[in-house]
């Protein structure tokens, strides 16, 4: 690719190219930008991607894209936006994401991913929102996302999750979007959520949930849908 690898921007939306993602984009060791939406690639994800460390934005969205995310991704130190979602990526969710440490807004929605959620992800401390919504079976939400200060929206709904709803998550006082419908959580409602009156959104279709409904959520003030059906 001779002259291409100081490139820092490689957009090929919407063109309907098909193949597998190049491996040549591994290369591209200056470029900050790489997105291929709706292009319909096929294949793996290029192991050697992450070669490019200076890649902030990786948009992968809408494709058929298969495989497991590399572990190497966890090199991706300035990585910060990060859209897998609608591909057909499987497979366990690599622990190695959780040292991308600029990461903000990963979306690895809409998938066949499996497993537990790592609790490496816990340690993203620049995450403003986490989606990993229509994926299954997920097992588990970690404890610990209180480091996340920044995060405000929160979707893992769809995914068959168990146990009980992490009660940190109440702890989080700029969330105003969170989605935990079609699972199988059980147990009550954490009296935290809620307490800090800024939840848009709050929503619980279809698990097992047990116990009182907390007099905190009366009191939210910007309360546009409670779905506890």
Do not use: W
Request: hydrophobic residues 35%; proline residues 6%.
């Amino acid at each position: 690719m001779g002259d291409t690898v100081n490139l820092t921007c490689v957009s090929s939306d919407r063109n309907q190219s098909s193949g597998s993602v190049p491996a040549e984009f591994g290369l591209l060791s200056k470029s900050n930008v790489l997105s291929l939406v709706l292009n319909n690639p096929t294949g793996q994800i290029p192991g050697n991607l992450p070669l490019c460390y200076e890649l902030q934005v990786l948009n992968l969205q809408r494709n058929q894209v298969s495989g497991s995310i590399p572990s190497s991704f966890g090199s991706l130190r300035h990585l910060q936006f990060l859209d897998s979602s609608g591909n057909q990526l499987s497979g366990n969710l690599p622990v190695e994401l959780g040292n991308c440490v600029s990461l903000q807004t990963p979306d690895l929605s809409n998938q066949n991913f499996t497993g537990n959620i790592p609790s490496s992800y816990t340690s993203l401390s620049n995450l403003q929102s986490f989606s990993l919504a229509n994926n299954f079976p997920i097992r588990e939400i970690p404890v610990g996302f209180t480091t996340s200060a920044g995060l405000e929206a929160f979707s893992v709904s769809g995914n068959g999750l168990n146990g009980t709803i992490p009660a940190d998550l109440g702890a989080l006082s700029k969330l105003s979007s969170l989605s935990l419908s079609n699972n199988l959580l059980s147990g009550q409602i954490p009296v935290p959520i809620g307490k800090d009156f800024n939840f848009a959104v709050l929503l619980r279709r279809n698990n097992q949930l047990n116990g009182s409904i907390p007099n905190a959520l009366g009191a939210l003030s910007n309360l546009e849908k409670l779905d506890l059906a």
